[in-house]
């Protein structure tokens, strides 16, 4: 599938602190379900979204990997761009809940460039993936952040994402 833009519903009105002026956020940024022709400018988005957790910057690692998931339909990838530049991701991938016999939406990655923080690009995103979600007669979307990423928390918490009570373990092999 070819990089697109998605079309945005205008009833989303966000306060623009800059301005302060309430505007239609799809006159700030776009919207867009990348595909393989948009992967190279989406890979040093997650090359800094790696660094932030202390991984190693390595574009061509992160090309790949995107290159990867999206031509394998493992993931399914959204970005906002501002002008000509993107200025933030959100990766989803496909899983199922035995228990309620439905689909999942496993959001692993949520990424906004420093500037563009506080802007809604990470709202703008969020909403992207329930709809998603939704579009595909999900159960919902599943996502985890880092214990200290108290930011990250309050965003989710703000657009109705709950903790489920459940803890994670994980094994390295």
């Given amino acids: 599938m070819l990089g697109q833009k998605v079309a945005v519903g205008a009833s989303r009105l966000f306060f623009n602190s800059q301005t302060s002026l309430v505007l239609d956020q799809t006159d700030l940024f776009?919207?867009?379900?990348?595909?393989?022709?948009?992967?190279?400018?989406?890979?040093?988005?997650?090359?800094?979204?790696r660094q932030f957790y202390?991984?190693?910057?390595?574009?061509?690692?992160?090309?790949?990997?995107l290159s990867a998931r999206i031509s394998q339909n493992q993931s399914v990838v959204f970005a906002v761009s501002c002008g000509q530049d993107f200025v933030?991701?959100?990766?989803?991938?496909?899983?199922?809940?035995?228990?309620?016999?439905?689909?999942?939406?496993?959001?692993?990655?949520?990424?906004?460039q420093q500037k563009?923080?506080?802007?809604?690009?990470?709202?703008?995103?969020?909403?992207?993936?329930?709809?998603?979600?939704?579009?595909?007669?999900?159960?919902?979307v599943f996502l985890q952040t880092a214990p200290n990423n108290t930011r990250a928390q309050k965003l989710?918490?703000?657009?109705?994402?709950?903790?489920?009570?459940?803890?994670?373990?994980?094994?390295?092999?």
């Fill in 54 to 65: 202390a991984q190693n910057s390595d574009v061509k690692l992160a090309l790949d990997f």
């Fill in 116 to 140: 563009y923080r506080g802007q809604g690009v990470g709202s703008l995103l969020l909403n992207q993936a329930s709809a998603f979600a939704r579009q595909t007669e999900a159960k919902g």
């Fill in 156 to 173: 989710y918490e703000s657009m109705g994402y709950k903790q489920d009570g459940y803890l994670g373990y994980f094994l390295t092999v």
């Fill in 30 to 49: 776009g919207l867009w379900r990348i595909g393989l022709d948009k992967v190279s400018v989406i890979a040093p988005l997650l090359d800094e979204y």
């Fill in 88 to 112: 933030g991701f959100t990766q989803l991938y496909p899983g199922f809940s035995s228990v309620s016999a439905q689909a999942i939406w496993t959001l692993n990655d949520l990424y906004v």
